[in-house]
Antibody
Framework: EVQLVESGGGLIQPGGSLGLSCAAS????????MSWVRQAPGKGLEWVSF???????YYADSVKGRFTISRDNSKNTLYLQMNSLRAEDTAVYYC?????????WGQGALVTVSS | QTVVTQEPSFSVSPGGTVTLTCGLS?????????PSWYQQTPGQAPRTLIY???TRSSGVPDRFSGSILGNKAALTITGAQADDESDYYC??????????FGGGTRLTVL
């Protein structure tokens, strides 16, 4: 069974850093395209970052230069390192497997940026 | 700045048919954007309905269908049921690893 489990969310002060993890099972992260998508409270979905199977990475303008997507093939895990966090980064962050140009979702992790 | 447009809200009667659309602020949506559709209820992760314009994801009933209508991608729900009341999102692939979600449509069944 394909499964994605996010962890690492929490409360962080503005300007701080936080890392999210997404443990995958049922498929190999390194052989797949993967994304992070977020949803601010009461708002719609926003694509954040994408990583190709060859390791190429892409970011939304809103997070470029502050967020880094990466993966650990030995742990079959996807990561999102978030630096210089702002109040507007407050959201549920979903890890997703991109298969056939679709998104298949984890359950999400809440990140709250507040003093 | 590319904007993907969706109707903010829509209503349908039980048993009725509704078509939600997904457009571009500039230009037409084609299959080359690989439009996909997602259903989300409050507090839950999105559920994948349709990918690559018209392919239903595993387990999705055939009353959900996807297509290109004119210059937009479309999601049609035939025989709407009460539990179809949800938020629906489309997303387009812009190429070069970039994706853009629409703002979502809140569907009411009443």
């Amino acid at each position: 069974e394909v499964q994605l489990v996010e962890s690492g969310g929490g409360l962080i002060q503005p300007g701080g850093s936080l890392g999210l993890s997404c443990a995958a099972s049922g498929f190999t992260v390194s052989n797949n395209y993967m994304s992070w998508v977020r949803q601010a409270p009461g708002k719609g979905l926003e694509w954040v970052s994408f990583i190709y199977s060859d390791g190429g990475t892409y970011y939304a303008d809103s997070v470029k230069g502050r967020f880094t997507i990466s993966r650990d093939n030995s742990k079959n895990t996807l990561y999102l390192q978030m630096n210089s966090l702002r109040a507007e980064d407050t959201a549920v962050y979903y890890c997703a497997r991109n298969w056939n140009y679709a998104f298949y979702w984890g359950q999400g992790a809440l990140v709250t940026v507040s003093s | 700045q590319t904007v993907v447009t969706q109707e903010p809200s829509f209503s349908v009667s039980p048993g009725g048919t509704v078509t939600l659309t997904c457009g571009l602020s500039s230009g037409s949506v084609s299959t080359n954007y690989y439009p996909s559709w997602y259903q989300q209820t409050p507090g839950q992760a999105p559920r994948t309905l349709i990918y690559s314009t018209s392919t239903r994801s595993s387990g999705v009933p055939d009353r959900f269908s996807g297509s290109i209508l004119g210059n937009k991608a479309a999601l049609t729900i035939t025989g709407a049921q009460a539990d179809d009341e949800s938020d629906y999102y489309c997303v387009l692939y812009m190429g070069s690893g970039i994706w853009v979600f629409g703002g979502g449509t809140r569907l009411t069944v009443l």
